[in-house]
């Protein structure tokens, strides 16, 4: 029987003391834990402060009107003049109003012809659409579901467009077609007389006298300035001149306001130098001659 008290005893004795030893180790953990959590409260705490301080002090730092916004940075000087802004405001608006209608007015007025390269686009339709048409000189060009093809020389762009937008109208509902020039080689203009580069060129643009007689390398030494003639052929065939005074243009004393137009040829005559060069090589021929016969 004390035996068995012992045994007892001894049985109740541990598990007091295992509960003693759980009870002191959760306490642990639960102030181990708490204190973790002030630790980690105390250092966002102080993550907090520095970013609102480097803030502060990075607001400090960057001087007004400095900031990193894109807007900012487009902003013009201050120390400009509003009056100089305005004025470069209204100079690039005049320099685009003058370009524009120089490109504009001579290619919306293009009349297609042999050789230009145009591009058929029909929005939506790839099958109907066609790029890189060399005009023949037939000037008819095939297009898909268009029996005998289209005529275009002598037409505008807008004219070919609204041509093929009608024939389409058979096949496709409210079709969207528009046809671009890609390279325009029709127009044609010829420099004859003392250049520098004489012959026919293509007129890509639209040009003035001085600048195809640039294109042609120049007026020679022994070409007169002063007497250069264009001549345009008129409806019944004849030549019309239409005189240029190319030195006064250069000297800024009469305007520079003489457009070519297709066929235009452009004629420089001789000067006094030639003139003399004549003479001098007739000379050189009549000694020549004498020599020859003894005389």
Do not use: H, W
């Not at 209608?101 to 686009?121: A, K, M, W």
């Amino acid at each position: 029987m004390k035996m068995v008290n012992r045994v007892v005893a001894l049985v109740l004795a541990t598990a007091f003391t295992v509960s003693t030893t759980a009870g002191v180790f959760a306490q642990t953990q639960d102030a181990n834990n708490k204190t973790r959590q002030r630790m980690a409260t105390n250092d966002s705490g102080q993550g907090k402060g520095s970013s609102k301080d480097a803030s502060q002090k990075q607001g400090q730092t960057t001087p007004p009107g400095k900031g990193l916004e894109p807007n900012e940075n487009s902003r013009p000087p201050s120390d400009v003049p509003q009056e100089m802004q305005a004025n470069r405001r209204e100079q690039v608006s005049e320099e685009e109003g003058a370009v524009v209608p120089y490109y504009n007015n001579f290619f919306s007025s293009y009349r297609l012809g042999p050789e230009d390269v145009i591009s058929v686009t029909v929005f939506g339709q790839d099958r109907y659409s066609r790029s890189g048409i060399i005009i023949p000189p037939s000037g008819r060009i095939s297009l898909a579901l268009i029996p005998n093809g289209i005529f275009v020389n002598g037409k505008t762009v807008e004219q070919v467009s609204d041509l093929i937008k009608q024939r389409y109208d058979e096949y496709i509902i409210d079709p969207q077609v528009s046809v671009s020039l890609d390279r325009a080689s029709s127009y044609r203009y010829s420099v004859i007389g003392d250049v520098t580069q004489p012959g026919i060129r293509v007129m890509s643009r639209r040009l003035t006298v001085t600048e195809a007689l640039a294109e042609a390398g120049g007026v020679l030494q022994t070409g007169d300035k002063s007497r250069v003639v264009v001549l345009r052929r008129q409806v019944n065939g004849n030549l019309a001149p239409i005189p240029v005074n190319v030195a006064a243009i250069y000297k800024n004393q009469a305007p520079d306001n003489t457009y070519l137009v297709p066929g235009d040829q452009i004629v420089v005559p001789g000067n006094k130098l030639k003139t003399f060069q004549k003479i001098m090589s007739f000379v050189q021929v009549i000694s020549f001659a004498r020599i020859f016969a003894g005389l």
